[in-house]
Each structure stands twice: as structure tokens, then as C-alpha cells.
Nanobody, 117 residues
């Protein structure tokens, strides 16, 4: 069974840091074309946060540039999102995504990130 399992969410104060992890299982790393993080706040659409396209191309949404870093461990089939200088507006459910080279998507269950004093 193919699945993505996220961890690392929680409550953090403004200015703090969190590191999210997403482990892919049941799928060969060679069949994954990209791994990404999305987020969805209440009442908002799901939006792309960062994407790591296999082959070395990494892109970030403008609202996280300089604060978040995406990285991938290809041996462990795991993608990370290091989030620094967190703001209350970063509060959302964060979802891991893996896109197969065939174009189909796999989604994790989501992990809640809350930034509040």
C-alpha cells in the first residue's frame, strides 16, 4: 500500500521553528518525479509551499522564501520542511505530496501547524 506519513506539526510561538517530515512507503523512489509540501488554512484553498523536483530543481512560494527549506533524503524516501521565523499566518494544515513520473499524485493525511502566542 502506497502511503505518505507526515510528522512534526504542533504549536509554536511566533518566531519559532518546526521541522516537518514525510516518509513515503510502498513506492519506489525512482517512480517519484517530485515531492512537495502544500498547506491549507481554514476557509482557504490548498496552496503550494515548496517543491523539490527530482533532478535538483527546488521552488518556493513567495510567502516562505528565506524562511522555509525543503530537503529530500532519496535513500529514505523522505522529504522534510524546515520552517523558521514562523508567523501566525503560517497556521494551517500542511500536506505532503508525491507526484509520480506518470503524473498521478499521492497525498499524506496532513499535519496541523499552529503559530500562536
Amino acid at each position: 500500500q502506497v502511503q505518505l506519513v507526515e510528522s512534526g506539526g504542533g504549536l509554536v510561538q511566533p518566531g519559532g521553528s518546526l521541522r516537518l517530515s514525510c516518509a513515503a512507503s510502498g513506492i519506489s523512489g525512482s517512480s517519484i518525479g517530485a515531492m512537495a509540501w502544500y498547506r491549507q488554512a481554514p476557509g482557504n484553498r490548498r496552496e503550494l509551499v515548496a517543491v523539490d523536483i527530482r533532478g535538483g530543481n527546488i521552488n518556493y512560494a513567495g510567502f516562505v522564501k528565506g524562511r522555509f527549506t525543503i530537503s529530500t533524503d532519496n535513500i529514505k524516501n523522505t522529504v522534510y520542511l524546515q520552517m523558521n521565523s514562523l508567523k501566525p499566518e503560517d497556521t494551517a494544515i500542511y500536506y505532503c505530496n508525491a507526484r509520480r513520473i506518470t503524473g498521478s499524485d499521492i497525498w499524506g493525511q496532513g499535519t496541523q501547524v499552529t503559530v500562536s502566542a
